[in-house]
């Protein structure tokens, strides 16, 4: 491999340091922060008895009349199965893989029509690893990118109606790693790892309205957050090769800009011991366009008189703004024992052209069950969701063309109390 074909493979290589991992909602979102919304399919903003009111509607707390904390994680097991366009290349699957995220929302409402709350989630991201030594590992190897939300919320009841409103923060602290190799020739391999943290800041705004006494009207929005990483690109030792002044160890820096979110969602009481819930979700993922990769030293090509730094490199993703459809429902079979069920379809963002092994995204049906029991002022819930993607078939003339099918479980277990 020749030094201009190395730096190509150099470069591109740390464009795609902030390219999406495989997650359970389209594109790269986490919605499953409550036992309750994951055994409802994710229907949950215009629920009024949703625990996780931070999350899914703020605006909820204004309702409440004492203090509610709801903990709990998410068990995410996700897999990809790839079969090669090459002929002679059996089908190649992403090694096992089980992430826990947590979440937490405490509500605390106070003088009758206030209340404030605050909520932690990781809204965005997850993992996707292939085995390190798969035929595709020049394009990617494996990826983790990690967010934490950070969530305080302020929420008002209008004084003789129905009507809630809340506005909140957001602030995102984010992490994220990316393995790839570099195959100059038959013996000389080497590994490359990029790593960087960043931080954003979003606003947040809810509304809750009954306009009768069964019927729930939600609406929740979450502002766009652009995240700034400082990161570095790291080589195997290439020390004594050919290729040692060219593989350097240095700083870089990019920034990806998290999507807006809008939310709707109505709720009906249909009798007693049944609720009926409907969401729709709409996600500017147009918000993703492109990541742009700054180098912090020396180009091996640099030209005298021009700056001497490696320049900018762009990654073109090009994604759409997309749509979710959710259903679930709630019945208490006996009391204060209440089971559930959902079902959601969720529409890809991610566009033929820039799909890859890092996101073999397709639209996607979830079902859903769950359970939920309530002592005291205690609550436990669990949910699962069997999240199915559709098969993705890439045919761009690329290394890694075949079809991708993708597919996870995903179990949330909680616990509450002030119920």
Do not use: C
Not at 62 to 86: C, E, M, N, S
Not at 108 to 114: E, K, L, M, Q, S
Not at 304 to 321: A, K, L, M, Y
């Amino acid at each position: 491999m020749n030094r201009s074909k190395i730096l190509a493979v150099l470069v591109s290589g740390a464009a795609l340091m902030m390219a999406p991992t495989a997650v359970f909602a389209a594109g790269f979102a986490n919605t499953a922060h409550s036992g309750v919304a994951t055994g409802m399919g994710g229907a949950a903003t215009g629920n009024p008895n949703e625990p996780n009111m931070n999350y899914y509607n703020p605006s909820s707390m204004a309702f409440q009349d004492k203090i509610k904390v709801y903990a709990g994680l998410t068990l995410l097991a996700p897999g990809v199965k790839h079969q090669p366009a090459r002929a002679g290349i059996g089908e190649v699957k992403t090694d096992d893989a089980l992430f826990p995220p947590p979440n937490l929302s405490l509500a605390i409402p106070f003088a009758g029509n206030y209340a404030v709350g605050l909520g932690v989630t990781l809204p965005w991201g997850l993992a996707i690893d292939w085995p390190e030594d798969w035929y595709g590992r020049e394009t990617f190897v494996g990826q983790s990118l990690q967010t934490v939300n950070v969530n305080p919320n302020f929420a008002y009841k209008i004084p003789g109606i129905d009507l809630a409103l809340s506005v909140g923060g957001q602030f995102i602290f984010s992490s994220v790693t990316q393995k790839r190799a570099i195959v100059a020739d038959s013996d000389t391999e080497f590994g490359v790892e990029l790593g960087g943290n960043g931080f954003g800041v979003g606003g947040a705004a809810s509304i809750m309205y009954k306009p009768v006494e069964d019927l729930t009207l939600g609406f929740s929005y979450r502002s766009r957050v652009k995240l700034n990483f400082d990161g570095v690109i790291h080589f195997d030792d290439p020390t004594g090769t050919a290729f040692e002044n060219i593989l350097i160890d240095q700083d870089i820096s990019t920034d990806i800009t998290m999507p807006d979110t809008f939310n709707l969602g109505i709720g009906w009481q249909v009798f007693d011991k049944l609720f009926v819930n409907l969401d729709v979700s709409y996600i500017l993922w147009s918000t993703y366009d492109r990541v742009v990769v700054e180098f912090s030293e020396q180009s091996p090509q640099a030209v005298p008189g021009q700056d001497p730094r490696q320049p900018s490199q762009v990654s073109v993703s090009d994604w759409e703004n997309s749509m979710t459809f959710r259903v679930g429902g709630e019945y208490e079979v006996i009391d204060n024992l209440h089971l559930r069920a959902g079902f959601a379809y969720d529409m890809s963002p991610v566009p033929e052209e820039t799909a890859g092994p890092s996101l073999p995204d397709n639209d996607r049906t979830v079902v859903a069950v769950g359970a939920g029991y309530k002592f005291g002022d205690f609550r436990l819930d669990a949910g699962y969701q069997l999240v199915m993607v559709a098969e993705r078939e890439i045919d761009r003339g690329t290394p890694v063309d075949g079809t991708y099918q993708m597919s996870a479980h995903v179990v949330s277990l909680n616990v509450g109390y002030g119920f």
